[in-house]
């Protein structure tokens, strides 16, 4: 009988860990289905001309990567696995995660004990320990105005609402905005977390092209005579994945088509903080559309203190408010009073500096290191496109890097459509944590790159 052999392409990993990636890309790939059996380690150990110890360290690095479990006396099988937990633990422990837009970490540990000391010692810990409503506290919301302020959005806080993060803002607002089948325009490339709420929420989503600077103006405008939709999404600030900026004309383009038709705008400032000077797009309204704002403090402080402000229509407010206390009942009160404490005491804006300046540093290495590349990205921005030159293609250039230990997105997990035809990547550089391991993985990108790619497998 033929047992299962892994694939081990030449590679400077240590061979149990090159054993654990070819577990990992067979799960991937379907060949190791779930509930399938490892072979024996002996077995395996002798077929390979291995040492046994190299394959019992092999099946505990997948054991700890959620591959596979062990069960004493009847042997490895396949766990059933999620494929967001796949895509993290593809590569080695010592892998470097450029996919995930958590930015920079700020060593905050001494701000936190002493932030929520301050709210668990003060007058009245039933603050943060009760049910508050769903809006937020007054002074949540207070805070809230005076945050988007920033990017010149009208700052009533009866127009705020505190979320428990961007990505539940938007979920209030197409909630609230939408029915199942009903269309969302959006760019080609966009959020991904806004293809899982239009998949979760039975929307669907229309792709609108784009340029350097973001959604086409004239695509936009050939969308809103001829598809019915109900809403645009868009980023003008900070595209998420494609770094773009929309200029002060296109974002009056986008406003005057938007207000032309009647079509409510929702925008997604997560990253407006690190270009300050950035306006929204509802400061742009001439004559009535609905515009909804939305932010969060995932990106701006901390994934872990995650808030969301929302700033809607005044009309609007008690209908989002309702879906807020439909889904969460309220965001969780020690973030939303430590934001609003920090908010006003300026650590906030210590923290944001800090983040700024270190994404400006980052985003120059990674245009030093790519130079010779079709990368591109605003200044400010904590991630970057990166074409892929031919002849390589996007999976053979993913999967070579996660077998390098550098995990990145292909375009494909941002296409508002089923795919794209563009051959590019997006590359977090914010999640590492030195300048100098993500200087290492920057590095391993451009060798690759400088590689022609492995021969392909014959597919009869
Ligand atoms: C454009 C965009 N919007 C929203 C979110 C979600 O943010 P939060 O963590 O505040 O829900 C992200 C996270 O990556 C994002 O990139």
Redesign the pocket.
Known sequence: MTIWRPHLPDSEVPLYQAIANAIANDVVSGRLAEGSRLPPQRDLADELSVALTTVTRAYSEAERRGLVSGEVGRGTFVRRQESFHLRRTEAGPESCDLTI?SLLPYPMGRELAKGMGRLLSGGDPWSVLDYQPPYGQWRQRQAGARFIHRAGVDGSPDRVLVTS????A?AVVFSTLTNPGDLVLTGELT?S?MKSLANFLHIRLRGLLMDEEGIRPDAFEAACATTGAKALYC?PTLQ?PTAAVMSVKRRQEIVAIAEAYELPVVE?D?YGFLIPEAKALASFQTRGTDFYYLT?T?KSLA?GL?I?FLHSPAAMVDRLAAAVSATTFMAAPPMAELVTAWLADGTADKVMEWKRNEARARQKSARRALASFDYRAHPASPHGWLTIPEPWCVSDFVAQAAMRGVLISPADDFAAGRATSTHAVRLCLGPVASRARLDEALSTLVEILEQPPRPGRTVV
């Open positions: 837009n993060g961007a990505q539940h938007m959020y977390g980023m998420n997604d997560s969060g995932s994934p995650r969301g």
